[in-house]
């Protein structure tokens, strides 16, 4: 019987010996963690169906997004914002930007962009595209690679027609965005975020 336990001692140890290097092995395989970035862009002032705000409604999805992957946030702004704060005047300016297919220029740099391997981009449907400066930003990078996840904000829209587009100027590979009315993001933060959660549960990154 001492035999017996004494055996089973030697057993116990050996197994935890192995194990515990084995641990030890994991931890130093450094596996690099999976690096996700949410650009967007989205505007204050007046918007359709929530009058004046001081967050925009594509923002409001970001900042909900970044939060909940732990993901680094950028806006994209342009240099020189003259948009115009009346609701009518910014369709009609917006209408004008897309028309002539114009790239405003835009402030910042994401650092160290080669570092991320999932890029959210976020934009109000404005006009059935995305406004002209997302793809200012969309043209200043490189792809390559990378996993893309379009989100939205419209007012009946929904992402439209601008998975495609986005395709055609990435050569990454386009995954299933994710589009909510702006009145609801800007009003309603339960519905909000468990769409979200819903979405990105589904998407699985
Ligand atoms: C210039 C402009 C064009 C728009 N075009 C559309 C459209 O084609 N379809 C739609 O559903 N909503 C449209 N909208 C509504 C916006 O997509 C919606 O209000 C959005 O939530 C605004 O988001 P933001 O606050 O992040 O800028 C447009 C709004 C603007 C200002």
């Known amino acids: 019987m001492k035999k017996f336990f004494s055996i089973l001692l030697i057993i116990f ?4 010996f192995l194990f515990s290097k084995n641990v030890k ?21 007046e918007q359709y169906a929530v009058g004046n705000i001081d967050k925009g409604n594509t923002a409001i999805l970001a900042e909900i997004i970044s939060k909940k992957l732990n993901a680094e ?6 240099k020189n914002d003259n948009y115009p704060k009346d609701y009518n005047e ?5 209408k004008n930007e897309k028309a002539k297919s114009l790239r405003p ?4 740099k994401v650092e ?27 043209e200043s990078y490189d792809f390559t690679g990378k996993k893309i996840i379009p989100f939205c904000t419209h007012e009946s ?5 601008t998975p495609g587009k986005l395709q055609k100027v990435v050569k990454g590979k386009v995954l299933n965005g994710f589009g909510l009315y702006g009145h609801i ?3 309603d933060r339960e519905e909000t975020e468990s769409k979200v959660n819903e979405w990105l549960k589904n998407l699985n990154i």
């Open 73 to 78: 946030i950028f806006e994209i702004k342009v």
């Open 13 to 16: 140890v050996v197994f935890v």
């Open 185 to 187: 993001a800007q009003n």
């Open 112 to 138: 160290n962009f080669d570092t991320y391997d999932t890029i959210f981009i976020g934009y109000p449907n404005w006009w059935g595209d995305m406004p002209m400066p997302v793809y200012t930003f969309l």
């Open 25 to 45: 092995k994991e931890d130093k395989m450094n596996i690099p963690k999976k690096k996700i970035l949410v650009a967007f862009f989205s505007r204050t002032g």
């Open 90 to 94: 910014l369709t009609e300016f917006a």
């Open 105 to 108: 220029e835009i402030i910042g």
């Open 157 to 161: 829209s929904g992402l439209g027609t």
